[in-house]
T-cell receptor
């Protein structure tokens, strides 16, 4: 399982775009990059997953450069309710075992 | 609401006791996963079942066991409980496996 490195914490303000970068130098060919969001005392929630280039859904965008050694989760126009821990995971499509690291604690201020 | 249900929501018990946590996956999901989240260990994968069979094992203690029943609900049994077993226990499910999993609301276990 590829190890990921992401910032421990980030702060931003309402209405801003937030970009959280994750490093995964040892990503394998069949690995996907997956992001989860977790609010206190709640289960993690799947946000987005991608293999290369750019993926966008109604919640976020995921940017993956050609070498796939890093990825950036972009949250457009954040609100206070986006305050949460964000986990970057690198997992093969058939994997059962998911390793959650420490995540990035995102705090949004008014 | 992910569609995954877990009971009970809270559980308080004493050291040495045994408890059972229950999980009902989303309709149609065959895979069930169990995770433990404590303050000092983060979110740890315990075990996965697929259609009644154990598929993958993580950091699950020998005092812990799980099973998945024919109706696809799953139970996590924790025995000889210790103070350090106090944690949030999450169940997740998906159709066949893979990283996109749907988590339940969790069971908060407090061992006193």
């Amino acid at each position: 399982l590829a190890k990921t490195t992401q910032p421990i914490s980030m702060d931003s303000y309402e209405g801003q775009e937030v970009n959280i970068t994750c490093s995964h130098n040892n990503i394998a060919t069949n690995d996907y990059i997956t992001w989860y969001q977790q609010f206190p005392s709640q289960g993690p929630r799947f946000i987005i997953q991608g293999y290369k280039t750019k993926v966008t859904n109604e919640v976020a965008s995921l940017f993956i450069p050609a070498d796939r050694k890093s990825s950036t989760l972009s949250l457009p126009r954040v609100s206070l309710s986006d305050t949460a821990v964000y986990y970057c995971l690198v997992v093969s499509s058939s994997a059962s075992k998911i390793i959650f690291g420490s995540g990035t604690r995102l705090s949004i201020r008014p | 609401d992910s569609g995954v249900t877990q009971t009970p929501k809270h559980l308080i018990t004493a050291t040495g006791q045994r408890v059972t946590l229950r999980c009902s996956p989303r309709s149609g999901d065959l895979s069930v996963y169990w995770y433990q989240q404590s303050l000092d260990q983060g979110l740890q994968f315990l075990i996965q079942y697929y259609n009644g069979e154990e598929r993958a094992k993580g950091n699950i203690l020998e005092r812990f066991s799980a099973q998945q029943f024919p109706d696809l609900h799953s139970e996590l049994n924790l025995s000889s409980l210790e103070l350090g077993d106090s944690a949030l226990y999450f169940c997740a499910s998906n159709e066949r496996g893979g990283p996109e999993q749907y988590f339940g609301p969790g069971t908060r276990l407090t061992v006193t």
